[in-house]
């Protein structure tokens, strides 16, 4: 699982370093750079989701965000969050950790390059894809670390086991996940990027981990009507 121990370890540098920059930057600057990154998110969003299938989007989102509400998939993650939260920084209810451990671990966890980068190095040995990604990840987990601090660092954790996964089943993963489901799957990821975007520059609070069912509500679409 060598592509996802260079993935985590991207994530852990990039975070250290943003924590060293924490609280030496102008608190104006720190949240006008904050919501500039944000849009960009949200273009990296919308770019990848227009590349998905209307339908597809709508059905597997819409879905998948009742299934995740019933599941209240948001209040695990943040749950696992605040358990980390507690461990290292005690019951301070200022501490924007568990925030950083969720937003970091969808941004790094959600789209096409984390899977496809994950099935080459598991068959082939190939680190390219995910060379790329941890370059990508570790500029993110800079920044992200900078404002939202150490639980970003911890979203090395499920980054190495969900891409360790995916890097150690490839063999039986492949034939699987074809190029047209990993777009879709990626579409419907994007939307959730786009949501974290939207967290970021507008300050709102969209349950995005509540929309993950939607990437296998979006992988069963695909499968009954468009392959």
Do not use: H, W
Request: a neutral charge; one cysteine or more; glycine letters at 14%.
């Amino acid at each position: 699982m060598t592509g996802a121990l260079i993935n985590a370890a991207a994530v852990v540098i990039g975070g250290t370093t943003g924590l060293a920059l924490k609280g030496r930057v102008p608190g104006r600057v720190s949240e006008t750079v904050t919501k500039a990154i944000g849009l960009c998110v949200c273009v990296i969003g919308v770019s990848g989701a227009l590349k998905g299938d209307l339908m597809l989007l709508v059905v597997s989102l819409l879905l998948g965000s009742i299934t995740g509400e019933l599941l209240d998939v948001d209040g695990r993650l943040a749950g696992l969050g605040e358990a980390l939260q507690k461990k290292m920084a005690g019951n301070d209810k200022g501490s924007t950790f568990a925030e950083g451990f969720v937003a970091a671990t969808l941004l790094f966890c959600v789209g096409a390059m984390a899977v496809v980068g994950s099935i080459e190095s598991g068959l082939t040995n190939d680190q390219s894809v995910i060379i790329t990604k941890s370059v990508l990840d570790a500029t993110a987990a800079m920044t992200f670390a900078s404002y939202l601090g150490i639980g970003v660092l911890f979203s090395a954790l499920p980054v190495f086991i969900y891409q360790g996964a995916i890097e150690f089943f490839a063999g039986f993963l492949k034939d699987m996940l074809t190029d047209g489901l990993v777009m879709q799957i990626s579409a419907a990821g994007s939307v959730m990027i786009l949501g974290l975007g939207v967290n970021m520059s507008a300050g709102a609070k969209i349950k995005v981990a509540n929309l993950l069912p939607g990437l296998l509500f979006a992988a069963a679409y695909y499968y009954l009507f468009m392959r």
